[in-house]
């Protein structure tokens, strides 16, 4: 029997949102994915060749939305939330086989579709004092740490007791708000072996983690009319060139100097000199070669970790101060915030299947549910006036996200025509994205500011 409690709840209207249009929604996620291009993925992959009768469009947005975002965490839920949708059952056995080597392809190409396609898209726009370059990119990596059975297969790193591990790999552009590459390796691989400098790098600053910290790089980087800039690795010892602009504090002559030999004895707060930096080039035809360039060597004192933050780059001065280089490195920061969304929002610390094609295809689904969550996220910002948009915050975001997968499932299984249409699902998800994903606090300092909008 139903109440008229239960009724006026039912009945209550939906708020109207301020700024989304709910249509935006559906049509932005349609363009990421249209049907008919991830059929033909499916196709190309040979994703049907054994499994005829699964729908490829309706199992994608089973497992974007399912396990993705935590509502179906294993194989057999994921099972029983298809078969709801579609009416269709399967045994747990041809569920299983399901996942296998073509269906990680389909997967892997629906990543590359949307990467593709968001990477070349401007949703932030870089402050003046950023006008001489065309990007900021992060390059990083974080590892997916996998069930002990897999590490014949997976083997980690310096591990002390048995494990295995996966480590996924991502360029972000500050320009799209989203990932222009992405990659999984073997734990083992070396971080330099991930990122591979070209042509690409040229008017763009890479922002490097000390993973991938090596002179040679950043040489490739400048020989390709790129800029770097990078934390200063404990044992590096560049020779001091000069001083490029003198701060308040201890004087000390730095020419003809090494970093180890002066870094314990200046009292400046601030330190910004060119120095010289000597590394092997690769080999060729059985010789490498010795070379050196000048780089510049940005130092400044933290108080409260009472030692100094150093940092190499060749961004040039008059285009960045000292203080400036020190705070653009802080922008690293969004990867960071990636990652923990990845693990803590979408499932990459819940895989913990001992099949290889079920690990990897499952990693793939997590990297889909991230990038459908942040075409939303910057669909969302790009529809409130800047005042507001920089106070939707991707972590606030992301929980928000979650926490309403469900209802954006339903709306598009609708809107797709796989269910009959929910009414009004897009403008309570439109409203509810607003209200929830909005800081609060107008004060509330954000790294990013002053560097994008």
Same mark, same amino acid.
């Given at each position: ?5 239960n009724k ?9 949102? $301020?700024? =989304?249009?709910?249509d935006?929604?559906s049509?932005s996620?349609?363009?990421?994915? #249209? ?10 992959? /040979?994703?049907?060749?054994?499994q005829?009768?699964i729908?490829?469009? !309706? ?7 399912g396990?993705?975002?935590r509502?179906? &965490?294993? =194989?057999?839920? !994921?099972? &029983?939330?298809?078969?709801?949708m579609t009416?269709v059952?399967?045994s747990?056995s041809?569920?299983?086989? &399901? ?19 968001m +990477? ?8 003046? $004092?950023? @006008?001489w370059?065309?990007?900021?990119l ?11 059975a897999l ?11 048995n494990? %295995? ?5 991502m360029?972000v552009? %500050?320009v %799209?708000?989203?990932?222009? @590459? ?6 083992r691989i070396?971080?330099t $072996?991930?990122?591979?400098i ?15 910290f090596?002179?040679?790089m ?7 009319g ?19 602009r ?8 730095l ?20 120095? /010289?930096v ?6 060729? @035809? ?7 360039? #000048?780089?510049?060597?940005? +130092?400044?004192?933290n108080?409260?970790?009472? $030692?100094y ?5 060749n961004?040039? #001065? ?8 020190a ?10 915030m990636?990652? @923990? ?7 990459l ?5 001992a099949?290889?094609?079920?690990v ?5 689904v997590?990297?889909?549910t =991230? !990038?459908?969550?942040r &075409? !939303?996220?910057?669909?969302l910002?790009?529809? +409130? #006036?800047?005042?507001? +948009?920089?106070?939707?915050?991707p972590l ?9 997968a469900?209802?954006l499932?339903?709306?598009?299984l609708?809107?797709?025509?796989? /269910? ?8 309570k ?25």
């Amino acid at each position: 029997m139903t109440t008229s409690r239960n009724k006026s709840r039912r009945s209550r209207p939906i708020p109207e949102p $301020k700024y =989304l249009n709910p249509d935006d929604i559906s049509h932005s996620l349609e363009s990421l994915f #249209p049907r008919e291009t991830v059929e033909q993925i499916a196709r190309e992959t /040979e994703f049907n060749k054994r499994q005829r009768k699964i729908e490829p469009y !309706l199992f994608f947005w089973n497992l974007v939305l399912g396990f993705g975002v935590r509502l179906q &965490r294993t =194989l057999e839920s !994921l099972r &029983r939330g298809y078969s709801d949708m579609t009416g269709v059952d399967f045994s747990q056995s041809a569920w299983h086989d &399901r996942f296998n080597p073509a269906t990680v392809k389909f997967l892997r190409a629906c990543v590359k579709l949307a990467v593709q396609q968001m +990477a070349g898209e401007a949703n932030r726009t870089l402050s003046p $004092k950023m @006008k001489w370059v065309d990007d900021i990119l992060i390059q990083d990596s974080s590892v997916v740490r996998l069930s002990a059975a897999l590490m014949k297969k997976f083997p980690a790193t310096r591990s002390r007791k048995n494990a %295995a591990g996966l480590k996924v790999s991502m360029l972000v552009s %500050a320009v %799209a708000s989203s990932p222009k @590459k992405i990659t999984i390796h073997g734990e083992r691989i070396h971080e330099t $072996k991930t990122l591979k400098i070209g042509p690409w790098v040229k008017n763009k600053v890479l922002l490097i983690d000390l993973g991938f910290f090596k002179f040679q790089m950043f040489s490739r980087i400048q020989e390709n009319g790129g800029y770097f800039l990078s934390r200063l690795r404990t044992n590096s010892n560049p020779l001091f060139l000069s001083t490029l602009r003198i701060y308040r504090g201890n004087t000390i002559e730095l020419e003809g100097k090494r970093w180890k030999e002066v870094k314990d004895k200046i009292k400046r707060e601030v330190l910004d000199a060119e120095v /010289e930096v000597t590394f092997s080039r690769r080999a060729y @035809k059985g010789k490498q070669s010795k070379d050196a360039k #000048p780089f510049r060597l940005v +130092a400044i004192y933290n108080y409260e970790a009472k $030692k100094y933050h150093t940092y190499i780059t060749n961004i040039p #001065p008059d285009a960045l101060s000292a203080e400036d280089v020190a705070e653009l490195y802080r922008v690293r920061w969004d990867i960071e915030m990636i990652f @923990k969304e990845l693990k803590s929002k979408y499932s990459l610390d819940v895989i913990k299947s001992a099949n290889p094609n079920v690990v990897e295809g499952l990693i793939w689904v997590g990297i889909l549910t =991230l !990038l459908v969550s942040r &075409r !939303l996220f910057n669909v969302l910002r790009a529809s +409130a #006036p800047i005042e507001h +948009a920089v106070r939707y915050t991707p972590l606030r975001w992301a929980t928000t996200f979650v926490e309403n997968a469900t209802l954006l499932e339903i709306s598009l299984l609708g809107y797709f025509g796989f /269910e009959e249409p929910y009414e009004n699902g897009f403008k309570k998800l439109a409203w509810i994205y607003e209200i929830h994903s909005f800081d609060p606090n107008a004060k509330r300092h954000r790294l990013p500011e002053g560097w994008y909008s």
